[in-house]
């Protein structure tokens, strides 16, 4: 039995829509609602970088070769210390048992090493100083390929559309656009599957989005994203 009550009860959420829950009334629900191993999903979804779980990965690794990813020493003088706990993080996420927590982490893992492989290329940076992640996207993109779509054709979807985002010259409508990208990727997802947690999270995810956007008025939105360009011009990379 999936969630069929909770699905069909929640109001429809539209891209660019206003957000019809506030993020800690739906959060109280799902606590009430999902089956513990779904809020654990819950959590891990909004897991950040800073997560103590993802420190103590850290610090675990630096002491120790037991567990530690055979990536490690190879990335470990190479990234800042904020990059480095966002590998950590992606793979974290991107080993959990659940296909949509995995795909959902190396779907934005992807889309922020295009994003950061292009504004390196655009400001003459170092590429390999911000790519994170070990997968195939990640090994290519660390190449520095001269191609325009940087030799990844016919291996990620979507890259046309990410690829595009950097062409948009207002940083609040980028943003905007990429998360209109992050929305129609959830949808895609769960197109045909009905009251599952996949649709709960995606649900989740989505409203979240609306959420930020919400809050986030013009003023602040181009000081958080221009300060973003000019950090990744010091080679140092937001998780936010």
């Not at 109001?11 to 609602?33: I, W």
């Not at 850290?58 to 990536?71: E, K, L, M, N, V």
């Not at 191609?147 to 595009?164: C, P, T, V």
């Amino acid at each position: 039995m999936g969630y069929e009550c909770l699905l069909t009860g929640l109001p429809e959420l539209v891209s660019g829509g206003s957000a019809p829950m506030t993020d800690e009334a739906l959060q109280t629900l799902l606590s009430e609602t999902l089956k513990e191993k779904d809020l654990e999903e819950l959590k891990l979804l909004n897991m950040r970088s800073d997560d103590p779980i993802i420190l103590a990965l850290c610090a675990q690794y630096d002491d120790t070769i037991i567990g530690q990813p055979s990536w490690w020493e190879d990335v470990r003088e190479q990234l800042s210390e904020e990059d480095l706990r966002t590998q950590v993080l992606y793979e974290y996420g991107r080993t959990h048992g659940c296909r949509f927590v995995r795909e959902w982490f190396g779907f934005n893992q992807d889309v922020n090493n295009v994003l950061a492989a292009a504004i390196c290329r655009k400001h003459g940076l170092d590429v390999r100083k911000v790519i994170v992640g070990t997968n195939e996207v990640a090994q290519i993109l660390r190449k520095g390929l001269p191609q325009k779509d940087f030799g990844l054709g016919g291996i990620l979807d979507n890259l046309q559309e990410i690829l595009a985002l950097v062409d948009i010259a207002n940083l609040m409508e980028r943003e905007k656009s990429l998360d209109a990208l992050r929305f129609m990727w959830l949808e895609d997802k769960t197109r045909f599957i009905n009251f599952s947690t996949e649709n709960v999270l995606a649900y989740w995810l989505q409203n979240k989005m609306l959420n930020r956007w919400a809050v986030l008025t013009v003023e602040e939105g181009e000081k958080v994203f221009r300060e973003m360009v000019a950090d990744m011009k010091k080679g140092v990379r937001l998780d936010a």
